[in-house]
C-alpha cells in the first residue's frame, strides 16, 4: 500500500520537482513504513521549498519526537506555534516533549494551552483536546514524585482507579468526584539537562550497553519506526532485571514499593513496566488487573486490525500465512466434530483458499450461521495441569470480499482468565527460583538450560495473557534478555526481519514449541558468572539513573 503512494508521489515530483505537499505526503509515507532516514529527507527537501511550511514541521517534529530525539523534536514545534499560535497538535507535542524531558513547568504549561482551548458549539473535539487532561494530570503525578526513587512509589496504586480506567480506554475526561494531583511544587525543580561526559566511566559504559541491548529489540518489519529513547529505557531495563534476578538467586532481597522482600514475578515485570513509563509520558502502561473491580468485570480488550478494508496492517503481514492455516484447522476440527459427513467436501474447498478474503465465501456456503463472518478461538494448554486449556486470542472475520472486511485479531483481558494465566505464571516463576538458585551454586549447562527453558515460558504465558495497557511486548523482551543475562547467558542476536514477538509467541501451539524455535539467540558463557560485571551491576549505577532519570534521555 505505502510502496504504491511512495511511486505515486515520485512520479508526481518528476512533472513537478517542486510540489511541496508531494514531498510532505512522501516523507509520512516513509515514516509509517519506519524508514526515518527516507522520511527525514524528504521532510527537508519540503522544508527547503517553504521553510514555514506548517504540516511539513508537524510531521517532522512529529516522527523526531517518535523516534527519541526530543531536542530536535521542540525545535519544530516551536517554529510550527511561532506561525501558527493555535495549532493543538504542535503544542500538544510541544508540552509532552518538555515533559518527556523533564521539563515540567514549560510542558505543563503548554498543555494547560490545549485545555483551554475549548472546541466551539457542535465542533467535534481535537485527540489532543481529550487526551490532553490525562497528560496534565500524570505529569503533575511525575513531578511530584521526581525526587523519590522510582522503587518507592508504584503508578498503578496512587492514581484513581477511574482515571486509570478512563486514560486506558482512551475515554473522554468525565470522571466524577475527580481530585487532582498536586499543582507544580517551587522546591521541586526541573531536571537539568545532562551531558554524557558528566558522567563516570562505569555509568557511561552502563548506558552505552543499554543502548546495544536495547537496540536488539527492534523490529525489522515495515510500520516500526526505531526510536532511541526506548532502546535505551529497555536495554536499562534488561540491566536492571539481571541485577535483580541476580540478587534473588543468591538469596538477596530486592527494595519494591518502599519495602525490603523477596522479588515476585510481577516485581521482575515490573522493573521493565517503570522503565517503559519513564521513556514515553503518553502512553499508559499499567497492570489492567489493577483497575476498578467493575472494569475488569467487563474485560479489556487488546485490538488489532490485520484488515480493515482497504487498509492492510503491514506490520503484521508476514503472519498471514500462519495465521490462515491456523484457520483452516480450526475450521476441520469444527466440521470434523459437527458435520463428519461433510468433512472432505470441506478439506477440498480449503485447498484452493489462499488468502484470508477468500475464507468466507467458503464458510457461508457450509454454515449457514456465517452470514456477517465467524470467529475463531485459539487455545493455550497449561503447563501446570496437563489437559487444562486457557483461553488465548479471538480472530474474527467480516464483511465480504469487495472491499469491506474486518480482518482482526483481540485478546480480551476478563477477571478469570487473568487468575488462570497468574497461578500459571507463579508456578514457573517458583520453578524459575529454585532452578536459579541451584544454578548460582552450579557449573553444569544443563542447569543454564533448564532455567533458559523456564524463563521463555514464563514470558510465553505472560505475552498470551497481555496484562498491560501498552508495552506488554517490549517488557517481556527486556524481562527475558534480563534474566537470560543473570543465568549466564546474553542475547547477541537482533529479531530476525519480518518478526513480532507477540505474534511469534501467539502464532505457536504450546510453550515447548515457542522454546525450541524462538528466533532468541543465547550465546552460552561456559561458567555462570557469581556476579555481573561491576560495573554493570552497581546498585548507585542504577539509583543515579532512577534519580531524576528524565535528564538523561537525549
Avoid at 482515571?163 to 468525565?174: I, R
Avoid at 558522567?199 to 515495515?222: F, N, R
Avoid at 538467586?249 to 510481577?266: A, P, Y
Avoid at 468485570?297 to 503472519?319: E, K, M, V
Amino acid at each position: 500500500m505505502y510502496g504504491g503512494a511512495i511511486e505515486t508521489f515520485k512520479e508526481a515530483l518528476k512533472l513537478k520537482s517542486d510540489f511541496i505537499d508531494a514531498y510532505k505526503s512522501l516523507g509520512q509515507a516513509y515514516r509509517e513504513l519506519g524508514d526515518f532516514e527516507s522520511a527525514m529527507e524528504s521532510f527537508q527537501k519540503a522544508l527547503m521549498l517553504n521553510q514555514n511550511h506548517i504540516q511539513s514541521l508537524q510531521l517532522r517534529g512529529m516522527m523526531l519526537y517518535h523516534h527519541g530525539s526530543l531536542q530536535e523534536a521542540i525545535g519544530n514545534f516551536k517554529r510550527c506555534l511561532q506561525l501558527e499560535p493555535y495549532n493543538e497538535v504542535c503544542q500538544y507535542m510541544k508540552g509532552l516533549s518538555h515533559v518527556a524531558m523533564g521539563q515540567f513547568y514549560e510542558g505543563i504549561k503548554a498543555q494547560t494551552k490545549v485545555m483551554l482551548n475549548d472546541p466551539l458549539l457542535g465542533q467535534k473535539a481535537s485527540s489532543e483536546y481529550l487526551k490532553v487532561k490525562y497528560l496534565r494530570e500524570y505529569s503533575r503525578y511525575l513531578h511530584s514524585h521526581l525526587d523519590i526513587p522510582v522503587a518507592e512509589y508504584n503508578v498503578d496504586q496512587d492514581l484513581p482507579g477511574n482515571f486509570k480506567n478512563h486514560w486506558a480506554k482512551n475515554l473522554p475526561f468525565l470522571i466524577e468526584d475527580y481530585e487532582e494531583q498536586p499543582g507544580l511544587q517551587p522546591h521541586i525543580k526541573d531536571v537539568l539537562p545532562q551531558n554524557f561526559d558528566s558522567y563516570s566511566s562505569e555509568v557511561q559504559k552502563l548506558i552505552c550497553t543499554a543502548d546495544h541491548l536495547g537496540a536488539l529489540m527492534q523490529y525489522d518489519t515495515p510500520g516500526f519506526l526505531p526510536n532511541r529513547r526506548i532502546h535505551r529505557a529497555m536495554g536499562l531495563a534488561t540491566l536492571e532485571v539481571m541485577q535483580a534476578m541476580h540478587r534473588t538467586w543468591s538469596n538477596s532481597k530486592v527494595r519494591v514499593n518502599g519495602k525490603t522482600r523477596q522479588m515476585q514475578w510481577r516485581d521482575m515485570f515490573d522493573i521493565a513496566v517503570k522503565w517503559r513509563r519513564i521513556a514515553d509520558p503518553d502512553q499508559p502502561v499499567l497492570w489492567l488487573d489493577q483497575m476498578p473491580a467493575r472494569s475488569l468485570s467487563r474485560g479489556f480488550n487488546n485490538h488489532i486490525n490485520l484488515i480493515r478494508g482497504q487498509i492492510i496492517n503491514i506490520r503484521y503481514l508476514a503472519y498471514f500465512d500462519n495465521i490462515l492455516d491456523f484457520i483452516k484447522d480450526r475450521i476441520l476440527v469444527y466440521h470434523g466434530a459437527y458435520n463428519p459427513r461433510g468433512l472432505l467436501e470441506v478439506r477440498q474447498a480449503l485447498e484452493n483458499v489462499n488468502k484470508v478474503e477468500d475464507l468466507l465465501p467458503i464458510m457461508k456456503q457450509f454454515n449457514s450461521k456465517t452470514r456477517d463472518g465467524f470467529t475463531v478461538n485459539s487455545k493455550v494448554p497449561s503447563m501446570k495441569d496437563l489437559g487444562k486449556e486457557y483461553d488465548g486470542f479471538t480472530i474474527t472475520i467480516t464483511g465480504d470480499r469487495v472491499g469491506n472486511m474486518l480482518f482482526s485479531v483481540e485478546t480480551q483481558t476478563t477477571e478469570e482468565r487473568t487468575q488462570q494465566y497468574q497461578s500459571e505464571i507463579e508456578s514457573i516463576y517458583k520453578d524459575l527460583t529454585a532452578k536459579g538458585k541451584t544454578l548460582m551454586l552450579s557449573t553444569e549447562l544443563g542447569d543454564a538450560d533448564a532455567v533458559c527453558n523456564l524463563i521463555l515460558s514464563l514470558v510465553y504465558y505472560f505475552c498470551n495473557l497481555m496484562p498491560l495497557s501498552r508495552g506488554s511486548s517490549v517488557v517481556a523482551y527486556s524481562v527475558v534478555m534480563g534474566a537470560l543475562m543473570a543465568s549466564g547467558k546474553e542475547v547477541i542476536g537482533r529479531i530476525p526481519k519480518g518478526k513480532v514477538n507477540k505474534e511469534q509467541i501467539r502464532s505457536t501451539t504450546s510453550a515447548e514449541p515457542f522454546i525450541h524455535f524462538t528466533f532468541l539467540t543465547p550465546d552460552q558463557v561456559s561458567v555462570p558468572p557469581r556476579s555481573p560485571p561491576t560495573c554493570l551491576c552497581s546498585n548507585n549505577n542504577m539509583s543515579e539513573l532512577h534519580t531524576r532519570i528524565l535528564g538523561c534521555f537525549f
